[in-house]
């Protein structure tokens, strides 16, 4: 009987080499895959810490171009208010310019007027001496033939 004993023990021998075969395999696979989910996580947890990064260095740009923004906003309200104020002097001073140029338009067409009626009065007196000189050399010619008449 040692024929199929021997054949019991020779397959008993193939089955559990069989079996050693398989389990070498299935530890090497789950070495191989844990090695794997190893890498995987650590890959996973430095992509997790790359986009905390990421998303971090963005607020912080925003952040950045919304105060960027805010002191733009800013400079241009600053600017609008100069550019009002700028306008109301400039408003303010020609408005006393105007005043002032007319208070010296008004002061000298008075003095125009003033010298125009000085002249008027003038002509007026140079009229008269020129008639009373008219008469003047009249009354004397007046003279002269009355005296001359008389025989002088």
């Given at each position: 009987?040692?024929?199929?004993?021997?054949?019991?023990?020779e397959r008993a021998k193939a089955n559990?080499?069989?079996?050693?075969?398989?389990?070498?395999?299935?530890?090497?696979?789950?070495?191989?895959?844990?090695?794997?989910?190893?890498?995987?996580?650590?890959?996973?947890?430095?992509?997790?810490?790359?986009?905390?990064?990421?998303?971090?260095?963005?607020?912080?740009?925003?952040?950045?171009?919304?105060?960027?923004?805010?002191?733009?906003?800013?400079?241009?309200?600053?600017?609008?208010?100069?550019?009002?104020?700028?306008?109301?002097?400039?408003?303010?001073?020609?408005?006393?310019?105007?005043?002032?140029?007319?208070?010296?338009?008004?002061?000298?067409?008075?003095?125009?007027?003033?010298?125009?009626?000085?002249?008027?009065?003038?002509?007026?007196?140079?009229?008269?001496?020129?008639?009373?000189?008219?008469r003047k050399i009249q009354v004397e010619?007046?003279?002269?033939?009355?005296?001359?008449l008389l025989g002088d």
């Open positions: 009987m040692t024929k199929p004993e021997d054949s019991v023990v559990a080499s069989l079996w050693e075969a398989r389990l070498e395999i299935t530890e090497l696979s789950r070495i191989e895959y844990r090695d794997t989910s190893r890498r995987l996580a650590k890959s996973n947890e430095d992509l997790k810490k790359l986009q905390y990064k990421m998303e971090r260095d963005t607020m912080s740009i925003l952040s950045y171009l919304k105060k960027q923004d805010q002191e733009k906003d800013n400079m241009i309200e600053k600017l609008k208010q100069q550019l009002v104020e700028t306008k109301e002097k400039a408003q303010e001073e020609k408005e006393k310019l105007e005043q002032k140029y007319t208070l010296q338009i008004n002061g000298l067409e008075g003095r125009f007027h003033q010298k125009a009626k000085e002249i008027g009065m003038i002509q007026t007196e140079l009229k008269t001496i020129k008639q009373f000189q008219k010619k007046e003279l002269d033939d009355v005296s001359f």
